[in-house]
């Protein structure tokens, strides 16, 4: 394509098409380089837009930034919720807390360590945590308030005699497992690539997570029906 029919290309787009581009763009460069390291010029740039495109369509890079974080908050999040969802519809009232918690750790872990988009966005939340410069309690109102609605409840479904409060640490629980895990298989690849031996099995560890988790659960269900 030549330089002026992309030009072309570019001015036929339309606000939307403009909008993602530039949310494409950002998210990479805010992973690669964090909030401070990617200049609005550079973003603008990388998308192909005019300098002035961040704010037309942001209000600035702050609300860039914040909207970037937004959209993949929201693909996360309907990930695990439905796979919370479907693994209660596919057992019904048979549904066991090792479906549960399996259906869940699946889709928790599979788009973090199987994409570019969810290695990106873990770049981008280390990044976040070492220089915040969002609110504090934004990704717990975005993630954790609709996801404890959804795996709460089926806590208590599969395992009655939890509580709402035990079953909420039980999740946050089963959540840092989760989190030390993809850690673990980011580590692994590194030292493979170094031509080290990985010592870690990823699937094996999920299974161990699923045991382990779910005995737990079991255990603590049991202990307050006595």
Sequence with gaps: MTTMNAAASVAAETP???????????????????????????????????????????GGKVNLYREVVLRRLA????????????????SGDEATVEELVESFGTAFLEPLISSAAGRRWMNLMTREILDPQLPSDLIYKEMMVPMRRELVSALER???????DVAELCMH???????????????AERDAEGGGLAPFSFERMLAHTVRFTSAAIRALAAGARQ
């Design 16 to 58: 939307t098409q403009t909008r993602l581009r530039l949310l494409d763009a950002a998210e990479v460069l805010f992973a690669e380089n964090g909030f401070r390291g990617a200049s609005v010029r550079d973003i603008t740039q990388q998308a192909g837009c005019n300098l002035a495109a961040v704010n037309y369509h942001f």
């Design 75 to 90: 693909a996360l999040r309907a990930g695990r919720i439905e796979a919370v969802k479907a693994a209660m519809a596919r």
């Design 158 to 164: 599969v395992c009655p005699g939890l509580t709402d």
């Design 173 to 187: 629980s089963l959540i840092g497992q989760l989190v030390h895990l993809e850690r673990l298989q980011r580590s």
